[in-house]
């Protein structure tokens, strides 16, 4: 009897990796390192949440809120320690449509379905198809995501009361030049000349951290007349309160906010899962897929209540966290934590510093995240590879991170397909008594089953023919079809065949060519993609 839904939910919750912290593992150096990167991760997130309200839509808060629960949530809950989850850019262009045509409140609403989707995905156990992402799609989704980052920087190099809040973001905006442009330049190379010097001197302050604080203590002391996170708004507020979304409860509600939970949801999952694997590498953990979906899940469901706009695992932000020594769960509830503290009481501090500071500490991201040693294996590697590399990022640049993953596995699939299907042959001989042996090589699967057809010569063929699969795999139905076919023209032409080393599951699911198999003791026994179809009754006419 299949566990339910709440069940495989406890089930997941009460894993012992949800301890904040190992008990070997403490120490007080290892907790002040903990606690200064989630502080150094709090600091940059400001700015970005801000940034994701504007182009939502939505008041400033709204981001703020989301960063804060969304992250404090996963931090807890999530698959991987060391991962920091909030507002993010990707789940923001979606949103516009949506708060522009129907209003916040449906927003709301979305936010709480999105997370219910992904509670069902990760009781389901569907990140486990995050391993179907090939290395050549994670490379150029890497690639693809620092120019984006990198990207995103730029509008900080704008004049903050020239721009204007459409409502779909910001947008206009004159470049500063000139003096303005030097001193911002200037701001940008010393944070991160501070963070690339701070870990030969000491390690006792995050690099990160090390040149948030030495820029804004000098543009502070000096009164240079620089942009600051004020600029973008103002952060202050109180706590989030609890808020059922204002919507109608029928069906023309669910119609309108149903395609949008879905994209969403499926776009959140994406990118935590990518960044999971790319955590994972980083710190050398594995599995935490399902469990990540959930607390992305529970999240988000949280997060709709609590008049947040949802968000998802951040890859600039969890790089910040790793290369900061952020490794346990301490670092990213810090970071939630000092975010709610920033808005409760420290606003009037934080909206006083430097943008340039953030700016330089996510160049050094873009410049960390970035597969640099990718650019050197492209000439080496498979062409399909690096075309799938490069493919990736474009999209990744031009469109969004999902449509980019979809796109690359896809591609990458079809690529794997067509090699497969290319090297479907046959090694051909005749015995002693004049049978004419097909020994098949390669998988037989909807790819090849053309050239399977091709390899015989039924017209010219003796009476006596054998087909040997020992060397090969019937992979689907298709396959099927092409030996029934194959059989069905022997038998038109009066001709004796005889099938050898198919599996079980060959035998019981083809019709008129069950009968030519021949039985060994060696016949494989591997399992049939269509079997379960065609024993549940998906498939028919076997």
């Known amino acids: 009897m299949k566990p339910s839904l709440l069940a495989t939910f406890a089930k997941h919750f009460e894993m012992p990796d949800l301890r904040i912290m190992p008990d070997e593992a403490f120490s007080l150096a290892r ?53 920091i989850s ?12 949506l708060v522009a045509e129907h209003g916040v409140e449906y927003l709301f609403a979305t936010v709480v379905l999105m997370g219910i989707l992904q509670l069902i995905a990760g009781a389901m156990h569907w990140g486990k198809f995050i391993r179907l992402v090939p290395h050549p799609v994670m490379l150029g989704f890497v690639n693809g995501l620092a120019i984006v980052i990198f990207l995103a920087q730029l509008t900080q190099f704008k004049v903050p009361g020239s721009m204007e809040n459409t409502g779909h973001g910001m947008s206009g905006g004159e470049w500063l030049s000139g003096g303005p442009l030097a001193m911002m330049l200037g701001l940008v190379a010393l944070t991160m000349a501070v963070i690339w010097v701070m870990p030969r001197i000491t390690r006792l302050i995050p690099a990160p951290l090390a040149g948030i604080a030495v820029v804004a203590g000098v543009v502070i002391a000096t009164g240079l007349d620089v942009p600051r996170v004020g600029d973008l708004a103002s952060i202050k507020g109180g706590l989030p309160a609890f808020h059922v979304p204002a919507v109608p409860l029928n069906w ?7 395609p949008y939970a879905v994209i969403l949801a499926a776009i959140g999952l994406i990118e935590s899962l990518l960044t999971l694997n790319l955590v994972g590498e980083m710190t050398g953990r594995r599995g935490g897929a399902s469990q990540e979906c959930l607390a992305q899940g529970t999240a988000n469901v949280v997060t709709g209540f609590f008049g947040g706009m949802g968000g998802c695992a951040m890859i600039g932000q969890s790089m910040i966290n790793v290369k900061s020594g952020g490794r346990t769960r301490i670092a990213g509830v810090a970071a939630a934590l000092f975010l709610l503290l920033f808005i409760l009481v420290a606003s ?11 700016v330089g500490v996510m160049f050094m991201v873009v410049i960390g995240t970035f597969a640099w040693h990718s650019l050197k294996i492209l000439a080496r590697v498979p062409l399909n590879d690096a075309f799938v590399t490069l493919l990736v990022t474009v999209v990744t640049v031009a469109y969004d991170l999902a449509i980019a993953v979809v796109v690359g596995v896809i591609v990458s699939a079809l690529s794997y397909a067509w090699n497969n299907a290319r090297r479907i042959h046959a090694d051909i001989y005749e015995q002693e008594n ?8 390669g998988p037989l699967f909807f790819g090849s089953s053309d050239g399977f057809a091709e390899l015989f010569d039924v017209e010219n063929d003796p009476e006596e023919v054998v087909v040997d699969f020992a060397d090969s795999r019937v992979v ?4 099927l079809q ?15 065949l005889q099938l050898r080393h198919l599996s079980r599951d060959c035998h019981r699911l083809l019709a008129k060519a069950g009968h030519l198999i021949v039985d ?21 006419g076997h």
């Open 482 to 496: 092409a030996i029934e076919a194959v059989a069905g023209k022997y038998e038109a032409a009066g001709k004796r």
């Open 31 to 83: 907790l002040r390192i903990e606690i200064l990167s989630g502080l150094t991760v709090a600091l940059a997130l400001v700015p970005e949440a801000v940034a994701f309200a504007f182009v939502a839509g939505v008041h400033p808060l709204v981001g703020l809120y989301a960063a804060f629960l969304v992250g404090l949530i996963t931090a807890l809950l999530g698959g991987r320690p060391g991962m």
């Open 348 to 358: 009037p501090l934080i909206e006083q510093i430097p943008l340039a500071a953030l």
């Open 520 to 540: 060994s003791d060696d016949d494989p026994d591997y399992a049939l993609a269509v079997d379960y179809q065609v024993r549940t009754g998906i498939l028919g």
């Open 434 to 441: 004049g049978t004419k042996v097909y020994r098949v090589q």
């Open 252 to 258: 023309e509600t669910f119609e309108i906010i149903l």
């Open 476 to 479: 689907d139905q298709s396959a």
């Open 86 to 97: 909030g507002a993010t850019g990707a789940l923001a262009v979606v949103m516009v449509a």
